[in-house]
C-alpha cells in the first residue's frame, strides 16, 4: 500500500472519530422556565424560611379580645402588605371597621389586604385566599419550644401558624418572587385577599366580598385556597369539598342559682338530669345520629365517588397511631374516610353551668345549658336540620314529665362546600403535582368546615380550589405546630408549576 494512501486514511478516520464525538455530545438544551424557577427556590430557601420566621414571631391570635393581641394582628397586616408591595403589587388595606364584644367592649377589627399583581385581559386571573391570623398558643400548653419563635428540628419548622395558614401564604408569594426575580412575566394575572380574624370566624369578611363583587373581584377567574392539610405524610392531596356545620345549645332551668343537694335532692327535677338524658338521646355508641330524618337529605354514594375512595392513600394503622386513638369505629379506610367526609357525624362539647373543678362540691345546678353541634354535608339544610332537632328534643323532653324550662338555639348554621373536579385548576392542579411530586394526587374532601369557600362560591359564582401543602401531623391548633421545610419549599415550587399550567391550559 501506497504509504501516503495510509496517512489520508488515517487523517480521515481521525476526521469522522470527531465528528462522530461532536455528534455523541450535543450542546444542552437551556434550563426551561420551570426548571430556573425551581433552581432559584432551592438556592433561596433559607430566604424563603427566614420570611417564615419573621411572620411567625408576630403573635397574632384572633381568638383572644385583648388589645395587645389586636395589635399585633394590625403589625401583621401592615407586614403582609409591605411584602405584597416589594413584589411589585397593587395593595390596599381595606378598612373592616370595629367588633362588639359580649361584654361590650369594643376592638377594631384589622384590615383585609386586596393585592393585585397584572391585569393583562388576555391572562387568566387566580385570586388566593389564605390568613395570618393564629390560635392562642403558649410553652405552658406543652409546647416543647417558643410557639412564637420559628425552630427547625430535622426538617420541621416548628411554630404557630407555620402550617395554618401563614406557611401557605408565604409559599404563593415565594413563587411570584421567583418569577420576579427571574425577570420573567407572571404566567397569569394574580390577586390575593388575606385577612387577619379567620380562626375567629372571618369577622367582616362576607360583607367585604359581597361589596367588592363587581369591583375587585369583578376579573378573578378561580379562587384558590391553601388552609388544608394532605390526608397522609407522603401524597400530595387536593380538597374538593368540607362539611358544613350546624351548632347547638339546649338550656335546662329551674332557677337562677344552684341547689344543695342535702336539702332539696330527690324532690325536683334536676336540670342536669334531664340534660344528660337530651345529649344521651342525640347519638348512638356506633356514631348513628338518632334524630329521626336527619340522614334524609344525604346525598346518595355513586360509584364513581366509592372509586375515589379506594385510590386514596392511607395506612389506617398509621394514621390511628398518629391520632393516639385505640381503635375507630370503622374498620375499613373507606368506612373511615366516608364518615369523615360524606355522612353527618353529631358531637357533644360541653355543658355550661356544671360543677368541673377538682373537689367534692355537692350542688345541683340550677341551670344548665349543653352544647353539640352537627357537621352537615351535601344535600342537607340548615334550617330543616334545625326542626328536625328541635323537635327530638322536644318530644324527648316531654318524655320526662320534667317541671324545668328547656330552650333550643341554633346559634351557627354554616352549608357544606363541594367543587366541580373538572374545572380548569382541578385540571391544572393535578397537572403541577405530577410535575412537581412525580404522583397523582389523592382526591380528599376534609371533615370541617371552612366557611369562606362558600362565600366564594355562592357570591361571587367562581370555581374554588384548595390545594394544600401541609401534612396530617402538622398539628394545626394543637401543641408543636409545624410545617416541613420540604413542604414549605416543594409547595413554593408548586405555586410555580400552577401558575404556568393555568396559563397553558388558558390558551
Known sequence: MDPKLGRMESCLLALLLLLLGGMASPPAPPATLLERAFRYMDLHQ????????EWVAIESDSIQPVPRLREELFRMMALTADELRRLGASVDLVDSGSQQLPDGQTLPIPPVVLAELGNKPQKTTVCFYGHVDVQPAARADGWLTDPYTLTEVDGKLYGRGATDNKGPVLAWINAVRTFRALKEDLPVNVKFVIEGMEEAGSVALEELIRREKDQFFSGVDYIIISDNLWLSQRRPALVYGTRGNSYFTVEVKCRGQDFHSGTFGGILNEPMADLVALLG?????????????????????????????????????????????KKFLFDTKEEILMHLWRYPSLSIHGVEGAFDEPGTKTVIPGRVVGKFSIRLVPHMNSSMVEQQVRQHLEYIFAKRNSSNQMAVSMVLGLHPWVANIKDTQYLAAKRAIKTVFGTEPDMIRDGSTIPVAKIF?????????????????DGEHSQNEKINRWNYIEGSKLFAAFFLEMAQLHE
Do not use: C
Open 46 to 53: 433559607d430566604e424563603f424560611v427566614q420570611t417564615l420566621k
Open 281 to 325: 338521646s342525640l347519638v348512638d355508641s356506633s356514631g348513628h345520629i338518632l334524630i329521626p330524618g336527619i340522614y334524609n337529605h344525604v346525598a346518595p354514594l355513586t360509584e364513581e365517588e366509592m372509586k375515589m375512595y379506594w385510590a386514596i392513600d392511607l395506612d389506617l394503622e398509621e394514621y390511628r397511631t398518629s391520632s393516639q386513638v
Open 457 to 473: 362560591q355562592d357570591v361571587l359564582q367562581k370555581s374554588v380550589l384548595m390545594l394544600p401543602l401541609g401534612t396530617m401531623d
